[in-house]
T-cell receptor, first 117, second 105 residues
């Protein structure tokens, strides 16, 4: 199956600092990638859709200035959590969809567990 | 938008038992995926199954698109099957709430 790589898998940072998470599709090109947040024992919550070469589309309630998304190439999207606070601590997961439109198949990165102290 | 509901929310099995997980969706969908989230958080693709039946080892899945549901069968369960199973409509980014499976030795 297709491979999506997410890095880092774990990060601990101090309040007020920024953290960058990378998501790479290793064996296919992805014009669109997705970023999710997952709270303990809950399902995945879509945060934003990352579009190659254009601005990301954010879900309602997600702060654009807090969660900066850049999709600079067809294989790389980054999520930067700016001025992190303890409430930003969570599990963040990216996905890239292979195929077009309704025939698309989603592949997920390994996830990043962020702890803000 | 389409609602995706999974049942049961929690399931505890003894090793070796069989189980069926269900995914209902509120409207017609053109494809569906099943995932297993292991204890480390990794989401593993199990099946891409818009319709019909597929099998992979001890796991199989059936989607009946006309009746808006999909089933995931786990036979002869093992402790490594523990985790959360999600169904999702990938082109809509809609996930069910998941079924948390615990397989006891």
């Amino acid at each position: 199956g297709a491979v999506v790589s997410q890095h880092p898998s774990r990060v601990i940072c101090k309040s007020g600092t920024s953290v960058k998470i990378e998501c790479r599709s290793l064996d296919f090109q992805a014009t669109t990638m997705f970023w999710y947040r997952q709270f303990p024992k809950q399902s995945l919550m879509l945060m934003a859709t990352s579009n190659e070469g254009s601005k990301a589309t954010y879900e309602q309630g997600v702060e654009k200035d807090k969660f900066l998304i850049n999709h600079a190439s067809l294989t790389l999207s980054t999520l930067t959590v700016t001025s992190a606070h303890p409430e930003d601590s969570s599990f963040y997961i990216c996905s890239a969809n292979r195929g077009a439109s309704e025939n698309t198949e989603a592949f997920f990165g390994q996830g990043t567990r962020l702890t803000v102290v | 938008g389409i609602q995706v509901e999974q049942s049961p929310p929690d399931l505890i099995l003894q090793e070796g038992a069989n189980s069926t997980l269900r995914c209902n969706f509120s409207d017609s969908v053109n494809n569906l995926q099943w995932f297993h989230q292991n204890p480390w958080g990794q989401l593993i693709n199990l099946f891409y199954i818009p319709s019909g039946t597929k099998q992979n080892g001890r796991l199989s899945a059936t989607t009946v698109a006309t009746e808006r549901y999909s089933l995931l069968y786990i036979s002869s369960s093992q402790t490594t099957d523990s985790g959360v199973y999600f169904c999702a409509v990938p082109y809509l980014m809609r996930f069910g709430a998941g079924t948390r499976l615990t397989v006891k030795p």
